[in-house]
């Protein structure tokens, strides 16, 4: 695996998500003030122990779909590319409203390519882990609906993938994990508010295993159940990013056009910046955690992984609502916004919008020049030094966490599988260590042993926050600053210590055609800004181009 060598301080500690940003080989929770330089040198295949799953079946996944699928023949497949290939939300619904294009064909356009495509040829990525049975019937059914259904929502009709640890009535969640393979359960929140606002869900996207708090040693975007997903910007030369590796990947490859991750420390950030995406971790508690499998109930969030900012916008628009069982439920003060994404205009600028660029990253070349278009429309770049903040016990906050949160979620959700303790998950794995975990499952182990009284997590958690808030508090007030610009997932520990909110969009390649994101962060419910912010830069830069294998 590609390794990084950070030239400041670093803190890397073990997280859901995987970026090659990371000074170990393990995990991709980064806490870092620093920026990092690959030692990566072209065209290095990356080496994995397992590619595909030995336990997907795949006749299975696609036996509800066999006789529709007759229905595109490369001829209609090649004449659909051209309406739906690269195209946003607004584009397709535009299609939808012309009747060029109905809701059904544009499901079965994604069904047929990712059966093309996904698994077990000279392309195969591995990013799609099940599918819906039911996804062709609901899209029909929006179809006959579609011209009586008053003040839809811009999500109407369109695919989502949700991340395999979001729990669906009509697929088994996972979490990548065979000890998990016949968990069967009702619907998550936002699952349920996306079918609420006429959204389709495709199926569920492959991620790295136990939403990557599982094992030292393993690749970002491998699972026993997915097999290992790769990246389509260089199939086996780049990381994929991680946990959400399925989610980003399947978007950027075209296999739907909108997908879910979830994000404890850079698991929507990471792979949504390697796969050239926009990626938006948002303040813990704007959406609902509820029926989704947990490493911790402080700071994971689901978020929307896209391939534009107003989709991104559009896709969060649809996964709000108050969820008053969710322990970290939208604080009631705040009203419930349903639609971030009327305020993105083509008239929207930066102009007087000061942010901070923090000095050690300024050798990046791709970051240089995404702060020069910032400063084009409007923005102030105040340049800074990053605060020397130690965020010490976070792999113990998640450990701690995980203990809790994880058994809470096998007793309440769990309840057509053998395991019902973490302990009896590290058991099960052990019958069958070469098939279950091929890297181990140290992690996990780790889980199981450690142990704290609720006044000494209490005390983590509280230290970690505050030192969280330093990090981004102290240039903000210094220098009147409303966000910080950094670079991928560099310190997505931080703004997940902080529980502040962060988006990542395509910021350019690097010279081996490497996806870099430029990542915007700001306070809590800073969203909307977040949002604009993020826009402005798009419409200036224009940097996402789609990875050059998959437009074919």
Not at 16 to 42: A, F, L, R
Not at 441 to 464: R, Y
């Amino acid at each position: 695996m590609k390794k990084i060598l950070f030239l400041c301080m670093i803190l890397a500690i073990i997280s859901c998500g995987k970026d090659k940003k990371n000074s170990e080989d393990t995990q991709d929770i980064v806490v870092s003030d620093s920026t990092g330089t690959s030692d990566y040198q072209g065209d290095v295949i990356l080496q994995f122990k397992v590619l595909d799953s030995k336990y997907l079946e795949k006749n299975v996944m696609w036996s509800p779909f066999e006789i529709e699928l007759y229905k595109i023949t490369e001829k209609k497949y090649d004449s659909l590319k051209t309406i739906i290939l690269e195209k946003d939300i607004a584009e397709l619904q535009n299609s939808i409203a012309q009747d060029s294009l109905t809701y059904e064909e544009l499901t079965l356009f994604y069904l047929y390519r990712m059966r093309k495509l996904d698994r077990e040829n000279e392309l195969a990525l591995n990013s799609v882990i099940a599918l819906n049975p039911d996804v062709l019937s609901n899209a029909r059914l929006r179809d006959r609906n579609y011209k009586n259904t008053k003040d839809k929502s811009p999500i109407y009709g369109m695919p989502v993938l949700l991340k395999d640890n979001i729990n669906t009535a009509t697929m088994a969640t996972t979490a990548g994990a065979v000890a998990l393979q016949g968990n069967t359960t009702p619907d998550a929140f936002i699952a349920a508010q996306l079918e609420k606002e006429g959204a389709l869900i495709l199926g569920k996207a492959n991620l790295s295993e136990w939403a990557y708090f599982f094992c030292n040693d393993c690749p970002s975007g491998y699972s026993a159940i997915g097999g290992q997903t790769l990246n389509p910007y260089g199939r086996r030369l780049f990381d994929t990013g991680g946990s959400s590796s399925g989610s980003a990947v399947a978007v950027a490859a075209n296999f739907s056009p909108l997908a879910v991750g979830t994000e404890t420390s850079g698991s929507i950030l990471s792979p949504a910046s390697q796969n050239s995406l926009v990626g938006l971790k948002p303040t813990v508690g704007l959406l609902s955690r509820r029926g989704i499998v947990p490493i911790s109930s402080t700071l994971d969030t689901p978020g929307p992984i896209t391939k534009t900012v107003r989709d991104n916008a559009v896709l969060l628009s649809a996964m709000a609502g108050r969820d008053t069982l969710d322990s970290k439920v939208y604080a009631d003060s705040l009203e419930i916004k349903k639609d971030y994404y009327s305020a993105l205009t083509d008239t929207t600028s930066l102009r007087g919008v000061r942010l901070g660029a923090i000095k050690e990253l300024m050798k990046d070349s791709l970051y240089s020049k995404a702060l020069n278009e910032l400063k084009k429309i409007g923005a102030k770049i105040v340049i800074f030094k990053a605060e020397n903040v130690e965020l010490s016990d976070f792999k113990r906050l998640l450990s701690l966490d995980m203990k809790n949160d994880l058994s809470a979620y096998l007793e309440r959700y769990a309840k057509r599988v053998d395991v019902k303790t973490i302990e009896d998950i590290v058991v099960f794995n052990t019958e069958d260590s070469v098939q279950r975990i091929p890297y181990g499952q140290a992690l996990l182990e780790g889980v199981v042993k450690d142990s704290a009284s609720i006044e000494e997590l209490q005390a983590i958690k509280d230290t970690l926050k505050s030192r969280g808030r330093k990090f981004f508090n102290a240039p903000m007030k210094k220098h009147q600053l409303d966000g910080i610009v950094s670079i991928n997932n560099y310190h997505a520990g931080f703004a997940a210590a902080a529980e502040y909110p962060a988006i990542t969009l395509p910021m350019g390649y690097d010279k081996y055609g490497e996806p870099k994101g430029l990542t915007f962060i700001s306070v809590p419910y800073s969203e909307q800004n977040l949002l604009r912010w993020a826009y402005a830069y798009e419409k200036e830069s224009k940097q996402r181009k789609p990875p050059k294998d998959y437009i074919k």
